[in-house]
């Protein structure tokens, strides 16, 4: 919606920062109210280009508002969004645009669609008859092995495959930013690990991911840096080392060792996808 704002340079621009270049994403003081709720009060963190930072905390905590915001779908109330330096597009073209892609909670996936239909429809919102769509298409699909499965309706498939191909759908865009809500959520030991991998190989191409999840293994296994939400505040944030040794994290979240490799019981409070 906003265009560039090329003359408003931030007036205390982080002399340190060397800022070569800004970050994919920044949020910036975010504040999100409801109502008489207020669901984010004064966030901030970045994700780095081929940083993975994970957005962890009990329901209701606001991570998918966090989300939301970025994707324009919630209206902000204080703060500023981000991404690589302009100001965040508020529709799903200017996203996509401005290279940003997200799996949802509910998955959203079509249904009565096929796996390859459904992985096109980004595509076919962004610019018809890309010369590389096909390619590409093939080449994530064949990665999260789905290849053999793009001519089946997706709600035929098992529930690992059908979050796979969630993750297609966000991936065929080639995104410089990925928003994936909850990717580990209700699959077993050897998906997570197949997605893990996915993740990492994404953020080695230099892509910036932001994911919101309950698995801690997982989330200690790919995250660079984790950002932990209590009702709607940042109360802690760091490497995976550093907010598993922190006691406010452990009181208001983790509740168990997260060495224990346990999903925390949050999880189960939340089941409305
Ligand atoms: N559209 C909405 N309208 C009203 N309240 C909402 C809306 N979306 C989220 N909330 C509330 O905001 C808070 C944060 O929700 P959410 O971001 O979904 O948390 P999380 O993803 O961490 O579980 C919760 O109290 C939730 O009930
Ligand atoms: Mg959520």
Known sequence: MTTT??????????????????????VSGLTVTFGGLTA?????????????????????????TV???????????????RVGGAPAPSSATGLLGAGVSRT????????HLTVLENV?????????????????VQEVLGTLGLGGLAGAPAGTLPYPERKRVALARALVTR???????????????????QLAQTVRTVSDGGCAVLL???????????????????FGHVIACGTP???????????????????????????TREQRA
């Open 40 to 64: 984010l009060d004064d966030v901030s963190f970045t994700v780095a280009d081929g940083e993975t930072v994970a957005l962890i905390g009990p329901n209701g905590a606001g991570k998918t």
């Open 67 to 81: 989300f939301n915001a970025v994707c324009g779908l919630v209206r902000t109330r204080r703060g500023r969004i």
């Open 5 to 26: 704002s090329s003359s408003t340079a931030p007036d205390n621009a982080a002399p340190d920062n060397a800022a070569d270049s800004p970050p994919r994403l920044e």
């Open 120 to 136: 096109l429809v980004p595509l076919t919102s962004v610019r018809p008859g890309s010369g590389t769509s096909a390619d590409v």
């Open 104 to 111: 949802l909670q509910g998955l959203g996936l079509f249904d």
């Open 175 to 193: 995104p410089r930013l990925l928003l994936l809500d909850e990717p580990a959520g209700g699959l077993g030991a050897a998906d997570i690990d």
């Open 212 to 230: 919101v999840e309950h698995h801690v293994d997982f989330v200690m296994d790919v995250a660079d840096r984790v950002v932990v939400l209590d």
């Open 241 to 267: 080392d550093e907010v598993r040794r922190d006691p406010a994290v452990e009181e208001a979240y983790l509740g168990v060792p997260v060495d224990g490799a346990r999903v925390e019981p949050a999880e």
